[in-house]
């Protein structure tokens, strides 16, 4: 039981860092681009 739980936290943990990621993305893909343009 314990176990389950601790997996589920896991899985809660890893989503919120990826909305936080995916939030951030299109910041990050815009600064990336302006970056690959540079000579």
């Known amino acids: 039981m314990q176990g389950s739980w601790r ?3 896991v899985y809660r943990f ?3 860092k990826l909305a936080i990621v ?5 910041i990050l893909n815009r ?5 690959a343009m540079l000579p």
């Open 31 to 35: 600064y990336f681009l302006s970056a």
């Open 22 to 26: 995916f939030s951030y993305a299109p």
């Open 14 to 16: 890893a989503g919120e």
């Open 7 to 9: 997996g589920l936290d």
